[in-house]
């Protein structure tokens, strides 16, 4: 095993001052092999959209691990400063899940952009988010134009808004049909949407 080890060595360059063509290929290929078994380890849940916490996982990870690639840093070094940053991600994320307090204080929290219609400014403040901005998003994730057909729209910890529209009124129409004499009348409620 220890033989493996030291041709693994020399074959990626550990110890070089300068690294051939080869050498920075096998470190990529054996960094990316790593990354991928780093990402399921820590379930993926930081290469999604989720909140800048997670994001930030993503980028220092790709910056730290990048470094064994070029060998501005120790192989195994980065290896390990790659694992701890996931570990310690994971652990976060497990206290953040028992922990209101803790997942508010790491990711934040969502804010209320409008309630019932009308635009929550001083949340639209501290969110920074224009007028322009939300009626782009109220749009795009809702279809909706009219603010005042706005029950809620969020400001998540995600950086989404999310919007919940008013139900509108649905008219109600009642049909009587008789079918023949002496038999029931049926009466047939029909609803608009």
Known sequence: MQEFWRSLSELIGVGND???????????????????????IGEKRFMGKNTAFDMMLGIILGSVLSRAITGSAPFSD?????????????????ISYHSDWFGTLIKGSERILVKDGQIQWENMRKSHISQKDLEMALYNVGKVTDLSSVKVARFERS?????????KEKKLH??????????????????ET
């Not at 950086?159 to 139900?167: F, K």
Request: hydrophobic share 60%; glycine share 8%; no cysteine.
């Open 18 to 40: 300068e690294l051939t063509m080869w050498q920075v290929g096998l470190r990529a290929l054996l960094i990316y092999v790593t990354a991928i078994l780093l990402v399921k």
């Open 78 to 94: 980065v290896i390990w400063a790659g694992a701890f940053l996931v570990g310690l991600h994971w652990l976060f994320s497990v």
């Open 159 to 167: 950086g989404d808004i999310s919007v919940i529209p008013l139900q």
């Open 174 to 191: 009642v049909v009587e049909v008789s079918v023949r004499e002496g038999v029931q009348t049926v009466r047939i409620e029909v609803t």
